[in-house]
């Protein structure tokens, strides 16, 4: 449920280098209730099957699955259908379970849940946007903020279609709108202060991951549209691009290849390299310095992932294998080079890193 096309056809910080070599897949490892020493991967599961999870990397490369079901009775015995997002704010986890339409809050420490949080539709991405509250991308309405004290949601923001990744600089939210099941093409410009959206940027079709750079400035990724006839033939596509949003206005678009449909954007702790994955069916990952003036033809990892993730200096990517079995977890080094694997749970879609 983290990628449109998985889900029409399934109806989807602190880091030190790994061994280099493939982890035994029974070699699991015991927590003692410390998840700071690691990364954890959110495991989609199979739709309506209410398999969902959550997997931890130590950074021995030891790996625990089902962190969140292992420790928590009934009714969590399963985190629930399709783990979306996590995400970490104060000492919480707020793991988002889209098909389950609800948020888990969980102590970081013990992944002991806190509360359930309801009335959600079809929940994404969350975001804290000042001390007590966060907002939530939600397919159903746009975004939901949440009063972090409470757990409750306390009103509604109207954006653009299919609200999807968020980020926030300088007291303003950004929201990518990827168009849901239809077709979207803009980025919504929350003020934080008032809950109010005071700009629709259209940035072309289907935006679909937004990160900041060192700078403040706010980076967009855009998909591009493909449109069908009944028999599945490809009628039209309109192009993909990397948008570079500064003081509210567009100030850079970058165009990709029509018929390549880039996403997955991630940055460097540093906040000054982009990396991305690209291509059509098959896609590969790119690199982006910020001061570059024009896109890389070169590829730095030779693979198509599922999702990726950046953190500490290194790059990592998910294989969902055939969507059924579990699927890897891959740490890469910044200049392409393979570090590690891990075996972890069924359809991994996304990081978490402390």
Not at 89 to 97: D, F, M, Q, S, T
Not at 244 to 254: A, E, H, L, P, Q
Request: charge should be negative; charged fraction near 15%.
């Amino acid at each position: 449920m983290k990628k449109q096309i998985t889900k029409i056809g399934m109806i989807a910080l602190s880091i030190t280098i790994f061994t280099s070599c493939e982890k035994d897949t029974n070699d699991v490892f015991v927590s003692e209730g410390n998840y700071e020493n690691g990364y954890f991967v959110t495991n989609e599961g199979n739709f309506n099957s209410g398999n969902g999870s959550i997997s931890f990397v130590s950074n021995e490369g030891n790996v625990e699955d089902n962190v969140f079901a292992s420790v928590n009775l009934a009714p969590f015995e399963t985190i629930g259908d399709v783990v979306q997002s996590m995400t970490i704010i104060g000492k919480n986890a707020y793991i988002i379970v889209n098909g389950s339409a609800k948020i888990e809050v969980t102590s970081l420490d013990s992944m002991i849940n806190l509360a359930t949080i309801t009335g959600l539709t079809s929940p994404r991405y969350i975001s804290s946007v000042s001390e007590n509250k966060a907002y939530v991308t939600d397919w159903g309405v746009g975004v939901q903020v949440i009063d972090l004290n409470t757990n409750e949601i306390t009103s509604t923001i109207t954006t653009g279609d299919g609200s999807e990744d968020i980020v926030v600089s300088n007291g303003f939210a950004y929201v990518c709108n990827v168009g849901g099941w239809g077709l979207d093409n803009t980025v919504s410009i929350i003020d934080i202060a008032s809950d109010m959206v005071v700009s629709n940027l259209v940035v072309g079709d289907k935006p679909n991951s937004v990160v900041v750079d060192v700078n403040g400035d706010v980076w967009v990724l855009t998909g591009g549209h493909t449109e069908y006839d009944v028999n599945w033939n490809v009628i039209s596509e309109t192009e993909g691009n990397l948008v570079r949003i500064s003081n509210n206005y567009i100030v850079d678009s970058y165009s990709f290849s029509v018929g390549n449909h880039p996403e997955d954007l991630v940055i460097n702790s540093d906040g000054n390299i982009l990396y991305y994955s690209d291509g059509s069916f098959s896609k590969e990952v790119y690199a982006f310095n910020i001061n570059d003036n024009q896109l890389s033809s070169n590829s730095l990892i030779s693979k198509s992932f599922y999702g990726l993730g950046c953190a500490n200096g290194y790059l990592y990517g998910t294989d969902a294998v055939d969507y059924v079995q579990n699927g890897w977890s891959f740490q890469y080094s910044t200049e392409g080079i393979l570090l590690d694997s891990v075996q972890v749970g069924i359809i991994p879609g996304g990081y978490c890193f402390n």
